[in-house]
C-alpha cells in the first residue's frame, strides 16, 4: 500500500486529501497517480499538470521516481510560502 | 533551528536570542513578511497558510544548514507561521547573525529567496469576491 496526499488547490480540485492505494510491486510516480486518478473518476491531468512537483517520502522526484510498498507520495502545486 | 507554527512569533525575543548564542555576534539582520492589505489590485482581507507537515520543516533545515556553509555567519533561523492571517499580521521571520554585517544580509535574503522557491508552503488569498490559491511562482 502507498499513501497518496494532495495540497493546496490540487486537493481542492482532485476532492480528496489522501488516498491508500494498492501496490502490485514496485511502481513509479506517474502509475500511483494513474491509480488514483482511476479510482476517483477525475482528469489524470488533475494530478500531473506541468507546474506540478511530486515528493516521495517528503523528497523531490519526477513523475518516474520509484514508488515502493509503505511509500507516501505527494502531489504539491506552485509553491508560495513567504510574502 | 527551522520552526513552522500557527502562533504568532515575538520578533524581539527572537532577535535577543540569536544575537545571544556567541560573544562574536556583531549584527544581526532580520526580515520580516507581513500580510498587505492588496494583491494584483484586489483588496486582500486575510491569507491562508497550508504546509506539508514533516517536509516543510526539513527543507526549512536544509535551507539553514545551507545558508549556514554558504555564508560566513554565526547562525540563522527561519520562522514561518500556518493558517489564517490578518491584514498586518506576522507571516515569516528570518533572522542572521555574523561578526560584520554583510554577511547577514546576505544570508537573510537568499533564505527567503530560497524559501519561496523550495519549501512546500501554500498561500490563499481571500478577497471580498472569494479566494483563490496563489499559483504564481515569485
Known sequence: ?????????????AGFSQMDLPLDGPA???????????????????????????????????LDGVVEEADEVAVLPPLSGGV | MARIQEEDFDI???????????????????FLGVVRDFSKG???????FEHY???????????ENEARS????????????????AVNGNIVLVLASSMHRPAAFDACEW????????????????????????????
Open chain 1, 28 to 62: 513509479t510516480v506517474r502509475d500511483v497517480l494513474q491509480m488514483a486518478a482511476d479510482k476517483a473518476s477525475i482528469d489524470s491531468s488533475l494530478l500531473m499538470g506541468d507546474s506540478l512537483l511530486y515528493a516521495v517520502n517528503q523528497e523531490s522526484v519526477f
Open chain 2, 12 to 30: 524581539g525575543a527572537e532577535t535577543r536570542a540569536i544575537a545571544g548564542r556567541s560573544g562574536r555576534t556583531g549584527a544581526v539582520v532580520s
Open chain 2, 70 to 85: 554558504k555564508f560566513d555567519i554565526i547562525d540563522c533561523e527561519v520562522i514561518h507561521r500556518t493558517g489564517e492571517i
Open chain 2, 111 to 138: 533564505l527567503i529567496d530560497e524559501l519561496k522557491k523550495r519549501v512546500p508552503i501554500w498561500k490563499k488569498e481571500f478577497t471580498r469576491s472569494g479566494h483563490h490559491w496563489v499559483q504564481d511562482r515569485p
Open chain 1, 1 to 13: 500500500m502507498a499513501r497518496l496526499i494532495l495540497f493546496a488547490s490540487v486537493r481542492e480540485r
Open chain 2, 42 to 48: 484586489e483588496d486582500i482581507e486575510k491569507l491562508d
Open chain 2, 53 to 63: 507537515p514533516g517536509m516543510a520543516e526539513k527543507e526549512l533545515v536544509k535551507l
